[in-house]
């Protein structure tokens, strides 16, 4: 809620950096990088929906897989890129729709059953429908109708270019007068009843955009990786976003973003060890027990603010929210 | 109104004539809060009907009730942690745009001066940039008062506004009422007598879920039923 001038100034660098980075690197590093860039939009879109809203989604992987899955259907099967695209849309806003609806409708902990439910259901059908989507092997785009047409640092500018577009759209709406409606959603909903607030309405609304964001990560994911499998759809992938969200620290945005690079590299470098997933989780327990807020929470000690002990610190005069 | 086998409210006939200040008395566990929550849409009565400008309302849900223009207040002010006085006003004025104009900075700007003029004219600008969770009981309640105000309701549904006040509070908080009243038909529910007899252009004193007594101050003053009621559980 309140608004500070650091996180102001990490969002820019983070976003320049981002920016930056083809100009200097080689290009393996750049696939590196448009990867992380489409993780890091994953997490935002569960930013947007549980930081912001307070909506616990547990199958964020869901509004990721089915577009990506979709255009990999489309294009195996020798259809148009354009096609491929509308028809992944088509599919999101079903599933996005369907989705919400039952969850914002059971409310509460419902939410977490079926966001999950459809994530994990949706991961069965990948399994076991092999005639569409391949089963356990997946499915491979060709390379002509994928971003590979693109020399590397043109597909890595495109996903940059998406990838900052997201997140400035998500600032926006993260300090509007939504993201005021948002906030009094997340903070008493049963108030802004009172107010003449539709909440579920919102609630809707606001997994639908949720959904769109995750969606665009999925598309990018397809075009870029090429590879398919049902993992994208499945609950290992709907919980690991939870972790990088919480673990940056939620409604930032921007700890979300560094909390879903540092996790997917620190997986890619343990790697080797084979209990790496226990160091993740003791990794993840330590943030949470210590720094609840996330990593992006934590100062350095001689530049922690004091707080004063009368109310929380005073926020500019505008919605103040982000 | 039942909560599982508990009837709460039973028989239960109200009329609020517009313009009148209607005040609902009785002692602790008489049914005045959930009869409020029945009136506003947070509680869905077991059996009867509740008409509001003539239209049937009793299964509009609540959102849409504030939107026909019925305010209210809680007796237990919880209102929205992590959201200033300032956004929480500008959050209540902001409802009757369409959605599109809450993503418009200008707009947004806009509505937050409103607030902070609002919250001036109420004596709350100090409050602007505090959480409103973190605000004194009193102004907490104060501001509940302002939320339910901003968008002018016709009807006003106050839940013992002056609970847990310091006197000085009451006072000046009995003015603002008379104030109001003379704008707004309000429905107040307090356990201040005194304060209540001299506001209120019409009581009704409730006791186990019905209403036992109903007239005009001088009437339930003179009331034997009130007075045994009244005064016996209040001091039991
Ligand atoms: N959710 C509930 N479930 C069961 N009983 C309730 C509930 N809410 C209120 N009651 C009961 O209804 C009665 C009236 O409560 P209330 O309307 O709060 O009274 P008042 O506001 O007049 O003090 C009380 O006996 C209370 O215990
Ligand atoms: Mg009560």
Redesign the interface.
């Known amino acids: 809620?309140v608004r500070s001038g650091g996180r102001e100034r990490a969002t820019t660098a983070v976003v320049v950096l981002a920016l930056l980075c083809p100009l200097a690197l080689p290009d393996f590093y750049l696939y590196t990088a448009a990867d992380l860039i489409i993780w890091a939009l994953l997490a935002i879109s569960l930013d947007v929906l549980l930081g912001y809203a307070g909506l616990p989604s547990f199958g964020q992987a869901a509004f990721f897989g089915v577009p990506a899955y979709t255009i990999g259907i489309v294009v195996s099967r020798g259809g148009p890129l354009t096609l491929a695209i509308l028809a992944a849309i088509a599919a999101l806003l079903v599933i996005a729709m369907a989705v919400g609806y039952f969850a914002t409708k059971t409310g509460g902990v419902g939410y977490i059953v079926v966001t999950m439910l459809a994530s994990f259901s949706l991961f069965q059908l990948a399994l076991v429908w092999t005639g569409l989507t391949g089963g356990e092997n997946g499915l491979y785009l060709p390379r002509a109708s994928s971003l590979a047409v693109l020399r590397v640092r043109a597909q890595y500018l495109v996903v940059a270019g998406l990838g900052s577009a997201v997140l400035w759209a998500s600032r926006?709406?993260a300090r509007?007068?939504?993201g005021?409606?948002l906030?009094?959603v997340?903070?008493?909903e049963?108030?802004?009843?009172?107010?003449?607030?539709?909440?579920e309405r919102i609630k809707l609304?606001v997994t639908l955009v949720s959904a769109g964001i995750a969606g665009i990560a999925g598309i990018l994911y397809a075009l870029v990786e090429r590879a398919l499998a049902p993992d994208l759809l499945g609950p290992g992938l709907s919980t690991e976003v939870v972790i990088w969200v919480l673990l940056g620290g939620a409604q930032t945005l921007v700890g979300p973003i560094m909390g879903a690079a540092l996790f997917v590299t620190l997986k890619q470098v343990l790697n080797t060890f084979e209990s790496y997933p226990l160091v993740l989780g003791l990794l993840f327990v330590a943030v949470v027990t210590w720094a609840p807020a996330g990593l992006i929470a934590l100062r350095p000690p001689g530049r922690r603010r004091r707080r004063s002990p009368?109310?929380?610190r005073?926020?500019p005069?505008?919605?103040?929210?982000g | 109104m039942r909560f599982g086998p508990f009837t709460v409210l039973s028989e239960l006939d109200l009329e609020v004539r517009a313009g009148e200040v209607h005040a609902i008395i009785g002692p602790n566990g008489a049914g005045k809060t959930t009869l409020l929550h029945v009136l506003?849409?947070?509680l869905l009565p077991s059996a009867g009907r509740i008409r509001f400008d003539g239209k049937d309302i009793t299964f509009v849900?609540?959102?849409?009730r504030?939107?026909l223009g019925l305010g209210?207040s809680?007796q237990i002010a919880?209102?929205?942690?992590?959201?200033?006085c300032?956004?929480?006003l500008?959050?209540?004025l902001?409802?009757?745009s369409p959605?599109r104009?809450?993503?418009?900075?200008g707009?947004?700007?806009l509505?937050?001066e409103r607030a902070?003029s609002m919250l001036e004219t109420a004596g709350m600008a100090q409050c602007?940039?505090?959480?409103t969770t973190?605000l004194s009981h009193g102004l907490q309640k104060q501001l509940e008062i302002v939320?339910a105000l901003a968008?002018e309701p016709r009807l006003l549904l106050l839940d013992e506004p002056m609970a847990g006040m310091s006197a000085s509070e009451r006072i000046e908080l009995g003015a603002r009422i008379r104030l109001l009243a003379a704008r707004q038909t309000i429905v107040l529910v307090d356990h201040d007598i005194e304060m209540v007899m001299s506001i209120a252009d019409r009581i009704s004193v409730m006791h186990n879920g019905r209403i036992v007594v109903e007239g005009s101050p001088s009437e339930v003053r003179a009331s034997r039923i009130a007075q045994a009621i009244y005064l016996g559980a209040a001091n039991a």
């Not at chain 1, 005069?317 to 929210?321: M, N």
Request: with cysteine; net charge positive; aromatic share 8%.
């Open positions: 809620m926006r709406l509007s007068g939504y005021l409606a906030a009094a997340k903070s008493n049963r108030r802004c009843r009172a107010l003449g607030y539709n909440v609304q009368g109310g929380p005073p926020s005069p505008e919605t103040g929210l | 506003a849409g947070d849900p609540m959102y849409r504030a939107r209210r809680y919880r209102l929205f942690p992590g959201v200033t300032q956004q929480a500008q959050l209540a902001q409802r009757d959605a104009d809450w993503l418009s900075r707009r947004c700007r509505l937050a902070l602007a940039h505090q959480e973190s939320l968008n």
